[in-house]
């Protein structure tokens, strides 16, 4: 696994599995992020085996027929305990909020986004998020 040096761009990785809202590449990269795109939890989870990002950014997508958890993003999560410094942007739809705040109890999310989300609340998030490593 590598880590970043001081010099590098900070890395992001983005997990799209549903989408519904704007493609933030054009965005991650205006911001300087080195990012990655993925499409499932199982291809996020072999490019953790790669490298370490600084910044996820991945959808909460519940799903009620879990039998151990209420989502997509319960697996990574448990995953990313041993990596603390690693801050998780979450995009949610709405009427699943009270699903997710159960996960946060257990999980640190650094920020949770409901849709639609737009590139200002998005280019927030994340300069808030390169403040705080």
């Not at 996020?44 to 989502?71: G, H």
């Not at 697996?75 to 990313?80: Q, V």
């Not at 709405?94 to 159960?102: F, G, M, S, T, V």
Request: with cysteine; net charge positive; aromatic share 8%.
């Amino acid at each position: 696994m590598t880590h970043r040096t001081t010099t590098d761009a900070p890395r992001l990785l983005g997990i799209i599995e549903l989408g519904g809202y704007p493609n933030f590449l054009p965005l991650y990269r205006r911001l300087g992020f080195d990012a990655e795109l993925v499409s499932s939890q199982r291809k996020a989870q072999a490019s953790l085996k790669k490298r370490l990002p600084d910044v996820i950014v991945a959808e909460y997508n519940f799903q009620s027929d879990f039998r151990d958890r209420s989502s997509n993003l319960e697996t990574l999560m448990a995953k990313l305990q041993r990596h603390p410094e690693i801050r998780v942007v979450c995009i949610y739809q709405p009427e699943h909020q009270h699903k997710l705040d159960a996960m946060r109890a257990r999980f640190p999310i650094f920020a949770a986004l409901p849709l639609p989300v737009d590139d200002a609340t998005m280019e927030g998030v994340l300069q808030r998020a390169m403040k705080a490593s």
